[in-house]
């Protein structure tokens, strides 16, 4: 049972957004915090996948020296294997050179004085050539990340999804710690700069290395600017931007990458072009304000006031002559003494419970979107289209999370995107061979749900956790999340044991933590927590309509 004086204290902020409602919801500070932030997320889209095109491997096969060979022999001097059901010539393996130069020196002709299944073949002991049809280069040609070091392709993505992995969990605490605005402008720095930097590297032990250190920023300046337009903007506005503004913002950086690919054929020059536009976003330190709801958990209200105040000014209203009462300052400053770090999500039982159901959720959801997402080069023979298909999906997927922030609940919504997100998986393999377009609409359907979800997911924990553990909270479950992205290029290799066995896990994983939903709390209609008492008064979905069962029951009683 809580304390009276720590009910009390809880209080003092329960009405942060009344407190600001003289601001209005959409004037002119509004707008441009709005907008502001809506475009420091775009080089997140292209950045998160330009794993994509980076990481394709080329058709290659083994470089043939310029010796003296026949015609029939150069031509013939690959061996075919079947490839999933097809001829190809082999990527491995060539006969070998010096048998290949005798037979051919002593005029035998392929296939008519030699049986070629007879021959001896070698690996690629001169390299590969690969083929320049749709790349002029990426790292898979140009570090030779093929055969026995193909496992070095998909290894490159999960030391990149690792740095995201440590960077969401550094900087979700650093947030809480030093102020929402400063990590958000750190982390775009950090991803500017060493996506530059990659454009120099001679091997790919460096490139990775670098590679690790750009992923630090890549999705933590999304969190950072998530929870900063979150605890600014109030109302139908914060919801907006939550699903809707976010996401879309990401989506049209996710859509400009193909553009920039496709004209931009040098994975090199590639890099260079994506690590320019970050240089535009410094100016705007002095156009985005700090969050005021942060201010105030740490006790600096002089601070928080003189941001209302400014946004009065620009919103040509009037502010009232004291902002925040002194009971409100007397709390701020005692709370700013408390510190608060990923343990106090651990402690408390139903705390605790929902943030290890918001990992495995989150984990899931994670794991899908960029299983489907870098499966998308196999969706069409023109990557560029593909990639494109691929991101254009996730405009209606944003469209529906911010209808269903809007109307729905919180929890009926999370369970009902994994459940419709899984089940076009379990039906894949299910689909014949020659419906190849039946494949590619279910995955796409599926892909669809599972976007609406992991959007509601950033909005949704917004909601739950506190104003002092908020962006501690999405920090951590964005780094469990992170784990899924890290294994999803790996997840895609399970097709060589089982052709169907990518979908199956990810299908299975849906069904799971759908299942696991239904014990979290709801946060539809409710004012954001500003103190941890706040977040443990949240129940869930089914114990709101239970209630509201019980008191339409008394009513008709009593009548």
């Given at each position: 049972m809580?304390?009276?004086?720590?009910?009390?204290?809880?209080?003092?902020?329960t009405?942060?957004?009344?407190?600001?409602a003289?601001l209005?919801?959409?004037g002119?500070?509004?707008?441009?915090?709005f907008?502001?932030l809506?475009a420091?997320?775009?080089?997140?889209g292209?950045?998160?996948?330009?794993l994509v095109?980076?990481t394709?491997?080329?058709?290659?096969?083994?470089?043939v020296?310029?010796?003296?060979?026949?015609?029939d022999?150069?031509?013939?001097i690959?061996?075919?294997e079947?490839v999933?059901?097809?001829?190809?010539?082999?990527?491995c393996?060539?006969?070998?050179?010096?048998v290949?130069r005798?037979?051919s020196?002593?005029?035998?002709v392929?296939?008519?004085?030699?049986n070629?299944?007879?021959l001896?073949?070698e690996a690629?002991?001169?390299?590969?050539?690969?083929?320049?049809?749709v790349?002029?280069?990426?790292?898979?040609?140009?570090f030779d990340?093929v055969c026995?070091?193909?496992w070095?392709?998909?290894?490159?993505?999960?030391?990149?999804?690792l740095?995201?992995?440590v960077g969401s969990?550094?900087?979700?605490?650093?947030?809480?710690?030093?102020?929402?605005?400063?990590?958000?402008?750190?982390t775009?720095a950090?991803?500017?700069?060493?996506?530059?930097?990659?454009?120099?590297t001679?091997?790919w032990t460096?490139?990775?290395i670098?590679?690790?250190?750009n992923?630090l920023g890549?999705?933590?300046?999304?969190i950072?600017?998530l929870v900063?337009?979150?605890?600014i903007?109030?109302?139908?506005?914060?919801v907006?931007?939550?699903?809707?503004?976010?996401?879309l913002?990401?989506?049209v950086?996710y859509m400009?990458l193909?553009?920039?690919?496709?004209?931009?054929?040098d994975?090199?020059?590639?890099?260079?072009?994506?690590?320019?536009?970050?240089?535009a976003?410094?100016p705007?330190?002095w156009?985005?304000?700090?969050?005021?709801?942060?201010?105030?958990?740490k006790g600096?209200?002089?601070?928080?006031?003189?941001?209302?105040?400014k946004a009065?000014?620009?919103?040509k209203?009037q502010?009232?002559?004291?902002i925040?009462?002194?009971?409100?300052v007397?709390?701020?400053?005692?709370?700013s003494?408390?510190?608060h770090?990923?343990?106090?999500?651990?402690?408390?039982?139903?705390?605790?419970?929902t943030?290890l159901?918001?990992?495995?959720v989150s984990?899931?959801?994670?794991t899908?979107?960029?299983?489907l997402?870098?499966?998308?080069?196999?969706?069409h023979?023109?990557?560029y289209?593909?990639?494109?298909?691929s991101a254009?999906v996730?405009v209606?997927?944003y469209?529906?999370?911010?209808l269903a922030?809007?109307?729905?609940?919180?929890?009926?919504?999370?369970?009902?995107?994994?459940?419709?997100?899984?089940?076009p998986?379990?039906?894949?393999q299910?689909?014949?061979?020659n419906?190849?377009?039946?494949t590619l609409a279910l995955e796409?359907l599926g892909?669809?749900?599972?976007t609406?979800?992991t959007a509601l997911?950033?909005?949704?924990?917004?909601?739950?956790?506190?104003?002092?553990?908020?962006?501690t909270?999405?920090?951590?479950?964005t780094?469990?999340?992170?784990?899924?992205?890290?294994?999803?290029p790996?997840?895609?290799?399970?097709?060589?044991y089982?052709?169907?066995?990518p979908?199956i896990?990810?299908?299975t994983?849906?069904?799971?933590?759908?299942?696991?939903?239904?014990f979290?709390?709801?946060?539809?209609?409710?004012p954001?927590?500003?103190?941890i008492q706040q977040?443990?008064k949240?129940?869930?979905?089914?114990?709101?309509t239970?209630t509201?069962?019980?008191?339409?029951?008394?009513i008709?009683i009593?009548k």
């Amino acid at each position: 049972m809580e304390e009276p004086c720590k009910e009390k204290n809880s209080l003092t902020m329960t009405n942060y957004d009344d407190t600001v409602a003289f601001l209005g919801q959409w004037g002119r500070f509004q707008r441009v915090v709005f907008f502001l932030l809506c475009a420091s997320i775009v080089p997140n889209g292209f950045g998160a996948f330009t794993l994509v095109f980076l990481t394709d491997t080329p058709t290659h096969h083994c470089m043939v020296p310029d010796v003296n060979l026949t015609k029939d022999w150069r031509e013939t001097i690959i061996p075919t294997e079947v490839v999933n059901g097809k001829q190809e010539l082999s990527s491995c393996s060539r006969f070998r050179l010096d048998v290949v130069r005798n037979l051919s020196a002593r005029g035998f002709v392929p296939g008519r004085d030699v049986n070629l299944t007879d021959l001896e073949q070698e690996a690629c002991v001169d390299g590969w050539s690969y083929s320049t049809d749709v790349y002029q280069s990426t790292i898979v040609s140009e570090f030779d990340l093929v055969c026995s070091d193909q496992w070095k392709q998909p290894f490159t993505s999960t030391v990149f999804f690792l740095g995201v992995l440590v960077g969401s969990f550094c900087s979700g605490q650093l947030s809480d710690r030093f102020g929402r605005k400063p990590v958000l402008f750190a982390t775009m720095a950090v991803q500017t700069v060493f996506t530059f930097v990659q454009i120099f590297t001679a091997s790919w032990t460096t490139f990775i290395i670098i590679l690790f250190i750009n992923g630090l920023g890549q999705i933590s300046n999304y969190i950072a600017a998530l929870v900063l337009g979150a605890e600014i903007l109030t109302g139908s506005v914060r919801v907006l931007y939550s699903s809707m503004g976010t996401c879309l913002s990401f989506a049209v950086g996710y859509m400009m990458l193909p553009l920039f690919a496709y004209f931009l054929r040098d994975w090199r020059s590639l890099m260079l072009a994506l690590s320019l536009p970050g240089l535009a976003y410094f100016p705007l330190w002095w156009f985005i304000p700090e969050s005021p709801r942060w201010l105030l958990s740490k006790g600096r209200v002089t601070e928080a006031e003189a941001i209302v105040r400014k946004a009065a000014k620009w919103n040509k209203v009037q502010a009232p002559a004291v902002i925040f009462r002194d009971d409100e300052v007397n709390e701020t400053k005692t709370r700013s003494k408390e510190h608060h770090s990923v343990l106090d999500l651990l402690r408390k039982s139903n705390i605790r419970t929902t943030t290890l159901i918001l990992c495995l959720v989150s984990f899931t959801m994670t794991t899908a979107y960029f299983g489907l997402s870098f499966n998308a080069t196999q969706l069409h023979a023109n990557p560029y289209i593909s990639c494109f298909i691929s991101a254009a999906v996730e405009v209606p997927a944003y469209i529906s999370s911010w209808l269903a922030l809007r109307y729905l609940p919180r929890q009926l919504s999370i369970i009902g995107t994994l459940l419709f997100g899984g089940l076009p998986l379990f039906l894949v393999q299910l689909v014949p061979q020659n419906l190849s377009n039946l494949t590619l609409a279910l995955e796409m359907l599926g892909k669809y749900a599972i976007t609406t979800g992991t959007a509601l997911m950033f909005a949704y924990t917004a909601e739950i956790y506190p104003t002092v553990l908020r962006n501690t909270a999405t920090g951590t479950w964005t780094t469990v999340s992170r784990l899924g992205s890290c294994i999803a290029p790996f997840l895609l290799k399970l097709r060589i044991y089982l052709e169907y066995l990518p979908y199956i896990t990810l299908g299975t994983l849906a069904v799971v933590s759908a299942f696991a939903a239904l014990f979290l709390p709801e946060s539809f209609g409710r004012p954001l927590p500003e103190t941890i008492q706040q977040m443990h008064k949240r129940k869930r979905y089914s114990d709101h309509t239970q209630t509201l069962g019980q008191r339409q029951n008394k009513i008709l009683i009593f009548k």
